[in-house]
């Protein structure tokens, strides 16, 4: 993402005619002094997605009418860096993630109000109206309903915009009527015909809808009410279920809600020095553990990683982030995933000291072999970046997960914070109703399968939407082979 900016204002220092320099010139201002704090915002993020995209044929235009070989150069250089049509839509798809996970309503959004901070980014009439229209064009009429809505209300306030109040409730009416309000789809057609009698779509629908209402009330015999003069809004309509049985159990915990943590439980957990069953790195500076739950236990690991270790671990990552990736469970092969959406490298203990010190630091504090782990994981998750609810080890309906690999299954998972989250970005335990908030330089440890070998069902976890800001995680998977003699097998299943 920062590359992006930087070659996107490296372009913007050419001259350009008037209209766009005017434009451009406060939104350089403001995010050159820093990209990353900019884009940390959503709606900076997602506008800045719009913009490089949807606007860039008026920026070609601009290039043919300006002579320069090096305008044209420059602009051929950075063009790989900018985002295309499935960025744009992926930033719009965030700002609606976030909105379902946090229950923010458009408003707030479009005003850049947002849990803890005020900010100056807003979204016009017509970033509503693209909002909605990506939304509609997914056929996620729940969502296309919201922004139109929010769009409709901007303009009825006396915004200015480039979309029409009839194209606004042209996909507003047909929205709401696919999620079975058909009075108000009825009464938002009938503006539309008011505004626009010639439209033949919307006198077609008007048609259709008041014949269908009809015929509802006479099977249910009942008379016509008009529709409501509320204003449609975060909970006017159900949001639709989808494929995760434990979607507001997960939400709720993001937001901080439903969290099971009671006094008698608080009361089980300590802090404590940690030496790593005196392990001769350790004995002279034990490391400072705190119990995060106790059943599954779940531990917490300070000053794991000093600063300067993290910046050399990020640098190291960044020229290799890609799309993260999920192993398919019937195949073994890595492959993207919808509920996976964040940026992941791969490093290897060759690749710096840096990484042969960390990977020795995690035998260390575990007591188990990291010969046989996975490489070193580093994961960013930008704004709307989360992992759902899923399980680190594999369950017994994909028994050819880690076949490749040949070291069995995950049997404990180190996962290091190496950047604080302005909000948003938790690790939640659905199962016991557990959250873990982002601590730059900590890390947390638990096991996922029982000493028998049998999966903890209770350890399927989450990386919840990042809110504002930028989240940087790496983790250490631990498999079983090498394990043995450091963690010998129990008599029973759950031991």
Not at 137 to 145: I, Q, R, S
Not at 175 to 180: A, H, L, P, T
Not at 280 to 289: D, F, S
Not at 431 to 447: E, L, Q, S
């Amino acid at each position: 993402m920062g590359r992006m900016v930087d070659a996107f204002l490296s372009v913007c220092t050419f001259s350009y005619p008037t209209i766009w320099a005017k434009k451009l010139d406060a939104l350089t201002r403001v995010s050159t002094s820093d990209p990353e704090g900019y884009l940390a915002h959503p709606v900076n993020a997602y506008k800045l997605m719009k913009r490089l995209n949807t606007e860039w044929s008026e920026l070609e235009s601009l290039v043919l009418q300006n002579p320069s070989d090096g305008f044209i150069s420059n602009m051929s250089i950075h063009r790989q860096y900018f985002p295309d049509e499935e960025d744009e839509t992926g930033a719009a798809k965030a700002l609606m993630r976030l909105q379902d996970t946090y229950q923010l309503d458009s408003e707030a959004f479009s005003r850049g109000k947002l849990p803890g901070m005020h900010s100056s980014a807003v979204l016009t009439v017509d970033d509503c109206f693209d909002m909605g229209k990506t939304a509609y064009n997914d056929a996620d009429y729940y969502h296309a309903v919201l922004w139109m809505q929010q769009s409709l209300r901007q303009l009825d306030d006396g915004e200015e915009a480039v979309v029409s109040k009839a194209d606004i409730l042209d996909y507003l009416s047909y929205s709401v009527y696919q999620m079975g309000d058909l009075p108000r789809a009825i009464e938002l057609t009938r503006r539309l015909v008011a505004i626009d009698s010639t439209h033949q779509r919307a006198g077609g629908n008007l048609r259709y809808f008041e014949k269908l209402l009809f015929k509802q009330l006479q099977e249910l015999n009942q008379s016509y009410q008009p529709a409501s003069e509320e204003p449609i809004q975060l909970g006017t309509y159900s949001r639709p279920k989808d494929h995760l049985p434990e979607r507001e159990a997960y939400e709720a915990l993001c937001r901080g809600e439903g969290l099971q943590m009671t006094e008698a439980r608080r009361s089980h957990l300590f802090c404590r020095y940690h030496d790593g069953r005196r392990n001769p790195r350790l004995l002279l500076k034990p490391l400072k553990e705190e119990d995060e739950w106790d059943s599954p236990h779940i531990v917490r690991y300070l000053d794991i990683l000093s600063d300067e270790e993290i910046e050399k671990i990020k640098e190291l990552a960044k020229p290799r982030l890609a799309r993260a990736t999920v192993r398919d469970p019937k195949t073994g092969v890595l492959t993207t995933a919808n509920y996976r959406v964040s940026k992941s490298a791969w490093l290897e203990a060759e690749d710096d000291p840096v990484i042969e010190r960390v990977n020795q630091r995690i035998e260390d504090i575990t007591g188990l072999t990291v010969d046989t782990a996975e490489l070193l994981q580093v994961a960013n998750y930008g704004v709307g970046g989360q992992y759902e609810p899923h399980y680190d080890f594999s369950r017994k309906d994909e028994p050819d997960a880690f076949k490749r690999l040949g070291t069995g299954n995950r049997v404990a998972t180190f996962l290091n914070y190496m950047s604080d989250v302005e909000a948003g970005g938790a690790t939640v335990f659905p199962d016991f109703g557990a959250a873990i908030w982002p601590r730059k330089g900590t890390a947390v440890f638990w096991y996922n399968l029982f000493r028998s070998g049998e999966g903890d069902y209770r350890t399927r976890h989450a990386a919840c939407p990042v809110l504002v800001g930028s989240k940087w995680v790496s983790n250490k998977w631990i498999h079983e082979r090498g394990q043995e003699f450091r963690r010998p097998c129990g008599l029973t299943e759950v031991d």
